[in-house]
């Protein structure tokens, strides 16, 4: 079943399907350029698929002779495969799913169109559907030219509010085989008043600490800062907080990591994204590297005005 496509993720009970004893694993990616669909090769190739990006269409079958792999294989199927048509694509769908020998899955990445355009907008690459055009142009003939692929998805990613490695948790989620999945927690600050941020499992509103934007000196300071860190912690109800979150969210995690989820997105939103929120996201990830586990920071306020959309990784230990 796909999920809506207004939906970030797929709902949190979907599943790849199980490696099939005696039948040849086989994983199609496609979907718009941009949305995501090399980092999902990529991931795929972490995880022990055999990973080809591009292959002809025509070359399918004979790739496929013989008798099953010991490993899953991955295959990258675009717009930019020279023999690549709609009907081609689906046709071999079709033909590969009669197949008794092979567990097909089609896996499809998408992404709104807005930030396609940002994103083609930020690397200045041609979109292979315009190279003599705009991005917008070959964005939406693309879009329209997979509209019959997308339906005929097993797995559906919107990649929108995704960063690459929310993106690469959320593929390790679904097809990492079960001893091969560990827990990464990603804590994101954020601000309320441009939305929460897509994909979140868990949010803590901050709004009710003392807020460091009213002390001049503070002000354009952010909650990384040793002086607006004690700011924020010197209120006086901040020890009761963080101590119960800490002891509310620590024992979770073992749990969830035991019923096999392997990501967790935790939100600490505050009224700009840029103190609060910030301070007690550092704090936690301290805390949760001192436990052992692999956490992810997000400052999404600050990674705007700094115009960059990349994580930092603390993995058991503080960073």
Not at 28 to 42: C, W
Not at 67 to 73: R, V
Not at 102 to 115: G, K, R, T
Request: some cysteine.
């Amino acid at each position: 079943m796909i999920p809506d496509p207004a939906l970030a993720l797929a709902p949190a009970g979907s599943r790849s399907r199980a490696p099939d004893e005696g039948r040849q694993n086989l994983v199609l990616v496609t979907g718009p350029s941009g949305a995501g669909r090399t980092t999902a090769i990529n991931v795929l190739e972490d995880l022990g698929f055999e990973v080809i990006d591009n292959l002809p269409l025509s070359l399918l079958p004979r790739l496929l002779e013989g008798p099953p792999l010991s490993h899953p294989l991955a295959l990258g199927l675009d717009v930019r495969n020279r023999d690549f048509t709609t009907d081609a694509l689906i046709d071999a769908i079709d033909r590969l799913a009669q197949r008794p020998e092979l567990a097909l899955q089609v896996l499809y990445l998408d992404c709104d169109e807005d930030v396609l355009v940002q994103r083609y907008s930020e690397t200045r690459r041609r979109h292979p559907l315009a190279p003599a055009d705009s991005p917008a142009a070959g964005i939406a003939r693309e879009r329209e030219l997979l509209v019959p692929v997308r339906a005929r998805a097993d797995e559906l990613l919107d990649s929108s509010g995704l960063s690459p490695h929310d993106l690469r948790a959320e593929i390790e989620r679904w097809f990492a085989p079960p001893e091969g999945r560990t827990l990464a927690v990603t804590l994101h600050s954020f601000s309320y008043k441009r939305g929460l941020p897509r994909g979140l499992d868990l949010v803590i509103d901050c709004r009710f600490l003392r807020n460091p934007h009213w002390e001049p000196e503070l002000r354009p300071l952010d909650g990384r800062d040793a002086a607006v860190d004690a700011h924020v912690a010197g209120d006086p109800r901040f020890d009761d907080f963080f101590t119960s979150m800490c002891d509310f969210l620590i024992p979770l995690l073992p749990a969830y990591h035991a019923e096999g989820k392997t990501h967790l997105s935790i939100g600490f939103g505050c009224t700009g994204g840029q103190h609060r929120s910030v301070a007690v996201t550092e704090r936690l990830a301290k805390a949760l590297a001192k436990e052992g586990w692999q956490v992810s920071k997000r400052h999404r306020e600050l990674e705007r005005r700094a115009g960059t959309g990349s994580p930092t990784t603390v993995r058991g230990q503080v960073a």
